[in-house]
């Protein structure tokens, strides 16, 4: 229902736009996160936007660096990160809940995003 992509190899300080295609929901009703996952680490949630536009939640390690969109038209969500670093390694997926501060039930395929040094 969602499909992640838009990853690649980048060299650091570079910038990346990830894309999230929404499908199976109507996305006006649903929140979409951002997640990644390193190898060997946790899942990290690093950022979220609201149905309305509003960005309750920014993770600290990507704070100043990322920015999300969504255009509900299209079903299509983003996630621009400049000034990657090679900590940003990791496989980016998005994810859909009514709301940021719910449960996210709607996963899609992750996108790989690999910086370079």
């Known amino acids: 229902q969602l499909q992640a992509s838009g990853g690649g190899l980048v060299q650091s300080g570079g910038s990346l736009r990830l894309s999230c295609l929404v499908s199976?929901?109507?996305?006006?009703?649903?929140?979409i996160g951002w997640f990644r996952q390193a190898p060997g680490k946790e899942r990290e949630r690093i950022s979220c936007?609201?149905?309305?536009?509003?960005?309750?939640y920014t993770s600290e390690s990507v704070k100043g660096r990322v920015g999300a969109f969504r255009d509900n038209v299209e079903n299509m969500a983003y996630l621009r990160v400049n000034s990657l670093k090679p900590e940003d390694t990791a496989v980016y997926y998005c994810?859909?809940?009514?709301?940021?501060?719910?449960?996210?039930?709607?996963w899609g395929q992750g996108t790989q995003v690999t910086v370079s040094s």
């Open positions: 199976g929901i109507t996305m006006d009703y649903y929140a």
């Open positions: 994810a859909a809940a009514p709301h940021c501060d719910e449960r996210f039930d709607s």
């Open positions: 936007i609201e149905s309305t536009g509003t960005i309750p």
